[in-house]
C-alpha cells in the first residue's frame, strides 16, 4: 500500500528557533507534495507546494525535496507561539486520471514563548 | 468570495440513524472530495469525484454513500451501516488536472457525533 509517513512528533521548540519537520512517501513516482497546517478544531490551509528537487522558500518557510530518497521537509524559521499547530505532508502518490492526495498523520508543533 | 461551504458545523447522530453532511463550492473546482479525521489518524479518503454524475471509492467508503449531481455539490450520507461514525468530516475540491500543482482547498468541516 502506497503510504505517507510522519513518525516524529510532537515537536517542541523556543521562540525563535528553527523548527524541522520530515515527511517520507512510499511511491517513487510521485511528482507533487504539499505541506498543510491545521490549527486545533480547524480545516487544513495549504501552506507550501513543491515538485522540483531541491529548496523553495516562501517568507519563513522552506520546504525541502528529495526524490532519491522520498522525503519531503518543512523548516520554519525564527518560529512563533502563532506557528503552533499540527502540520500535514501530503502527496500526490496517484497522478493521472484518478489523482488524489494521500495525507500523512500530521505533526503537532508547540512553540514555546 | 469562492470558497467551500461545509453545513451544518456540528451534527448529532442517533443510532440507526442516516445522516447527511452538506458541502457547496463556487470556485468552479471540477473534483470534490471527502475525508474523514480521527484524532491521531490524519485525513482518511471517503469518496472523490472528478466530473458531475461520476465518483470512485477512497481507502474508507463502507457505510457512505455520495452524490454529484451538480458540478457545485458533493453531499456525503453517513448511513446506520457506518458503526463508528463520530469524527471529523472535510470536504474538499481542486481543478481536474492542476491538483498536482495545485492541491485542495478545504471547507471548515462538519463535526459528527453519535449520541
Redesign the interface.
Given at each position: 500500500q502506497k503510504e505517507v509517513e510522519q513518525n516524529s512528533g510532537p515537536l517542541s521548540v523556543p521562540e525563535g528557533a528553527i523548527a524541522s519537520l520530515n515527511c517520507t512517501y512510499s511511491d517513487r513516482g510521485s511528482?507533487?507534495f504539499?505541506w498543510?497546517r491545521q490549527y486545533s478544531g480547524?480545516?487544513?490551509?495549504?501552506i507550501m507546494?513543491i515538485?522540483s528537487n531541491g529548496d523553495k522558500e516562501d517568507g519563513r518557510f522552506t520546504a525541502q525535496l528529495n526524490k532519491a530518497s522520498q522525503y519531503v521537509s518543512l523548516l520554519i524559521r525564527d518560529s512563533q507561539p502563532s506557528d503552533s499547530a499540527t502540520y500535514?505532508c501530503?502527496v500526490?502518490l496517484y497522478?493521472g486520471?484518478?489523482?488524489?492526495?494521500?495525507?500523512?498523520?500530521?505533526i503537532t508543533l508547540s512553540v514555546r514563548p | 468570495d469562492g470558497g467551500i461551504t461545509q453545513s451544518p458545523k456540528y451534527l448529532f447522530r442517533k443510532e440507526g440513524q442516516n445522516v447527511t453532511l452538506s458541502c457547496e463550492q463556487n470556485l468552479n473546482h471540477d473534483a470534490m472530495?471527502w475525508?474523514r479525521q480521527d484524532p491521531?489518524?490524519?485525513?482518511?479518503?471517503i469518496y472523490?469525484s472528478?466530473i458531475v454524475n461520476d465518483f470512485?471509492k477512497?481507502d474508507i467508503a463502507e457505510g457512505y454513500s455520495v452524490s454529484r449531481e451538480k458540478k457545485e455539490s458533493f453531499p456525503l450520507t453517513v448511513t446506520s451501516a457506518q458503526k463508528n461514525p463520530t469524527a471529523f468530516y472535510?470536504c474538499a475540491s481542486s481543478r481536474t488536472?492542476h491538483?498536482?500543482?495545485?492541491?485542495?482547498?478545504?471547507?471548515?468541516?462538519t463535526r459528527l457525533t453519535v449520541v
Open positions: 511528482q507533487s504539499f498543510y480547524k480545516s487544513p490551509e495549504l507546494f515538485y500535514l501530503a500526490n497522478p486520471a484518478n489523482s488524489k492526495l494521500t495525507f500523512g498523520k500530521g | 472530495y475525508y491521531g489518524q490524519g485525513l482518511r479518503l472523490y472528478q470512485q477512497g472535510l488536472g491538483q498536482d500543482n495545485y492541491g485542495y482547498t478545504f471547507g471548515s468541516g
